[in-house]
């Protein structure tokens, strides 16, 4: 029942738009991105992935999340109205119009509650001034309780990852926090440097005492947000690293991480971008390895070759190309950015 309301909300707002409904037979092919625009992003439930998500076009199911919550559209034209739909879930936005070739066009779910029950025929609501039943004093057993103090997911230290011949930290941080700090000490220099939370393919630095390390995030298949800094101009052999992320009164902490910095690492570089395929080299990674292709922070392409077909996923603007290696399904190795422009 739901599902058919929700379906014929959209059909009521195109219309007043003075959209026109398509059919998934009169749609323009799926690999035909000249032809209109196309859209991607995560939807994700409290941080996590969410599967099985209907993604709806013009009030017609088109295509559904994947494992990872990924959805991608493609052979869009303007004004068409994306939404979305999965028993048991409300989402923001729940839907939204196509105005242009985005990959940022990330959902949140939630659980949506259970409707009360109404009341049987010639049952009357409860009432707090019916007889027996005094509404609770100001100050009396009825107060609500104290909310309890918000808390923060402790980040994780994935470890030490090639990134273009530079030695870089990779680890998890919370999406709510407001900021995140790295403690480092080796043998032969210590420090704290701390940065405001980045979103998806932002970039920052991070400055120990007067030196600065580069960071980048990415958002990873499972919804968490991931930073890798460079850690390659600030710390030459082994050292302890230990991150913290920060909100408001909050503060959580990851364990002490020993490094080696020196240490032989897979690696992952040499990208290049030709009529929509992209190709790379890889060093020092094992057999089975798999690559992740991400556009603009969004990650679109998983592959075992050193090559994939990203025409789909390019804007019609400029955007950043990033390919991640994964042994065993932990981090191995992140590429440099590649930065294109149309045409491409």
């Known amino acids: 029942m739901k599902k058919h309301a929700f379906v014929l909300i959209l059909a009521f707002a195109i219309a007043l738009t003075g959209a026109t409904v398509l059919c998934a037979c009169d749609r323009p092919p799926a690999s035909s991105v000249e032809t209109g625009y196309a859209v991607a992003g995560i939807v994700t ?70 409707a009360e029950e109404p009341p049987e025929e010639g049952e009357n609501p409860s009432d707090p001034d019916d007889e027996g039943e005094t509404p609770p004093e100001e100050g009396g057993e009825g107060d609500e309780e104290p909310v309890p103090p918000a808390t923060l997911s402790v980040p994780e230290i994935f470890g030490i990852i090639r990134d273009n011949g530079k030695t870089v930290l990779a680890f998890s941080v919370d999406k709510e926090a407001d900021a995140f700090g790295v403690s480092a000490q080796s043998s032969d220099a210590q420090g704290f440097a701390q940065a405001a939370l980045p979103a998806a393919g932002e970039t920052g630095s991070l400055c120990f005492d007067g030196k600065e390390a580069e960071f980048y995030a990415e958002l990873s298949a499972d919804g968490t947000l991931v930073v890798f800094a460079n850690m390659s101009d600030l710390f030459t052999d082994e050292c302890t690293v230990t991150v913290s992320v920060f909100a408001a009164d909050v503060t959580s902490e990851s364990s002490p991480f020993a490094l080696s910095l020196c240490a032989p690492r897979p690696s992952v570089g040499n990208l290049v971008c030709t009529d929509g395929i992209l190709s790379w080299s890889a060093e020092n990674l094992a057999r089975g390895a798999l690559f992740v292709v991400s556009v603009n922070g969004v990650r679109v392409v998983t592959t075992s070759e050193t090559e994939a077909d990203v025409s789909a996923f390019l804007p019609d603007t400029e955007c950043v190309l990033r390919v991640t290696a994964y042994e065993s399904g932990a981090l191995a190795a992140l590429s440099e950015r590649l930065s294109l422009s149309p045409p491409f």
């Open 45 to 114: 439930c409290d941080g996590k992935p969410v599967e099985g998500v209907s993604v709806l076009v013009n009030g017609e199911p088109v295509t559904k999340t994947q494992r990872d919550g990924i959805y991608s559209l493609t052979g869009l034209v303007y004004n068409d109205v994306v939404g979305f739909f999965a028993e048991g879930y409300t989402f923001s936005p729940d839907y939204y119009k196509v105005t242009g070739t985005a990959y940022d066009m990330n959902v949140t779910a939630k659980l949506s509650s259970p």
